[in-house]
């Protein structure tokens, strides 16, 4: 599967009829079919790349309708999501109406990277997620070392290293010798 990585924050605009135009880097990334939905959270719109909306999909589908509560969250997130929308030859893409009401989108809005897609929220929410953010920064970074330590330690080893006069040869190369 492709490796999508959105990130930042760009100022963005809906006009009236709730289309929004995305920069062009992040539609070439978000590619010509792709998922206009709710968050995880159900606190924002989500713009999914069409194999990332499938995966979270198939995993849904494995709900059983036995658990309720699990069902209904599967059900609403699925019901605010809107599969195989494109770009217009403008670039723009049109927003659900019932979904920017449901999550109470309104004012100035961002499109806000967010590793494989890229949420769109008001402006004030994101400085509010923000602000809380920093100020729990110290307890939210020992959760994010504790989910991702080992990984973590080898990239960071990883980085840290100086390349291996090895590491650019052809591995042909070194598998002509003899042995004594």
Same mark, same amino acid.
Request: glycine content about 8%; aromatic content about 8%; overall charge negative.
């Given at each position: ?11 963005? #605009?809906? *006009? $009236? ?11 070439? #990334?978000?590619? @010509?079919?792709?998922?206009?939905? $709710? ?18 999909? @198939? ?5 059983? &309708?036995?658990?309720?509560? &699990?069902? !209904? ?16 030859? !403008? ?24 590793? *494989? ?6 402006? *004030?929410?994101?400085?509010?997620? #923000?602000?809380?953010?920093? &100020?729990?920064?110290? #307890? ?10 080992? &990984? ?29």
């Amino acid at each position: 599967m492709h490796r999508y990585e959105f990130s930042g924050h760009y100022e963005c #605009s809906i *006009d $009236v009829k709730h289309r929004t135009t995305l920069p062009k880097n992040l539609r070439e #990334s978000l590619g @010509d079919d792709f998922c206009i939905g $709710v968050s995880m959270e159900l606190n924002c719109v989500t713009l999914y790349p069409g194999p990332i909306w499938q995966a979270i999909a @198939d995993s849904m589908r494995a709900i059983p &309708a036995t658990n309720i509560s &699990a069902y !209904q969250y599967a059900g609403t997130f699925r019901g605010f999501s809107f599969i195989g929308q494109n770009f217009d030859a !403008q670039g723009r893409v049109v927003l659900p109406e019932l979904l920017i009401e449901y999550v109470g989108l309104s004012g100035p809005a961002m499109y806000v990277g967010n590793g *494989d897609r890229i949420d769109i929220r008001g402006r *004030d929410e994101v400085l509010r997620i #923000s602000n809380a953010t920093r &100020a729990d920064a110290p #307890s939210m970074l020992e959760q994010v070392e504790e989910i991702s330590g080992e &990984a973590m330690r080898i990239a960071l080893e990883l980085a840290d290293r100086p390349p291996d006069v090895n590491d650019n040869q052809d591995p042909d190369e070194n598998s002509g010798g003899t042995i004594d």
